[in-house]
């Protein structure tokens, strides 16, 4: 039995016939109960579930980061799901049952505000990965107190490092250190831009696969 929440015009949570009410971020939904399914492994759905376990899998270890990395594309949904949509439709590579990420096509922050220029990723020091770009200042919204929001990502370990707002956008460059456990394995590094106040944030950019040494 559904409950009526504001009255009789209002929105309503459970079930009233073949209708489904629920409230979710404070918006009223319905939708259609849902037809028992004859055969919920048909070859469209098994795909489609191995797919979804492969970008879930990548985004995982990057759960916090993408509260911030795609929080204004969070539009009636969570940050996660956001990055979910957008890695899912644009980020996959390969066949059933095989399916990778193509880590050259991901996003793990998005929006509009100036990225980088002419951004690289290398092998720094033992253990640390080396950041550059060019002063690109002079685009239209961006400024020189810009900060750097850098990630990298390691399959191998199914984990990140991240930092954010250590480096302004004029200096260039910027060095991350990584865990011990990570030498020898290669790493997926990106880089993007946020203003001072952390309010808008660039589109990431795939910088390179480093082997950490």
Not at 2 to 16: D, H, R
Not at 37 to 49: C, F, G, I, K, Y
Not at 149 to 166: E, F, H, M, Q, R
Not at 178 to 207: H, M, R, W
Request: charged letters at 15%; a neutral charge; proline letters at 4%.
């Amino acid at each position: 039995m559904g409950k009526i929440n504001s009255g009789i015009l209002g929105g309503f949570s459970g079930k009233v016939g073949t209708v489904v009410g629920a409230f979710w971020k404070g918006i009223a939904t319905m939708r259609s109960l849902a037809s028992s399914v004859s055969n919920p492994n048909t070859p469209a759905q098994l795909e489609q579930r191995a797919k979804f376990s492969a970008i879930v899998k990548f985004l995982k270890p990057l759960t916090s980061f993408l509260r911030i990395g795609f929080k204004n594309a969070a539009i009636k949904m969570s940050a996660f799901n956001a990055a979910m949509s957008y890695n899912y439709s644009h980020a996959i590579t390969g066949t059933y049952p095989v399916f990778d990420i193509d880590y050259t096509k991901v996003l793990v922050s998005q929006g509009n505000f100036p990225g980088a220029l002419n951004p690289v990723g290398e092998a720094g020091i033992a253990g640390a990965v080396d950041f550059t770009w060019d002063d690109n200042t002079w685009e239209a919204e961006a400024t020189a107190e810009d900060l750097s929001v850098l990630v990298v990502y390691n399959p191998t370990k199914d984990a990140a490092v991240s930092v954010i707002g250590a480096i302004t956008r004029a200096i260039g460059a910027q060095t991350i250190t990584l865990p011990n456990s990570y030498t020898g394995d290669e790493v997926q590094c990106y880089i993007a831009f946020t203003n001072a106040k952390g309010s808008v944030i660039s589109n990431s950019q795939f910088v390179g696969s480093v082997i950490v040494t």
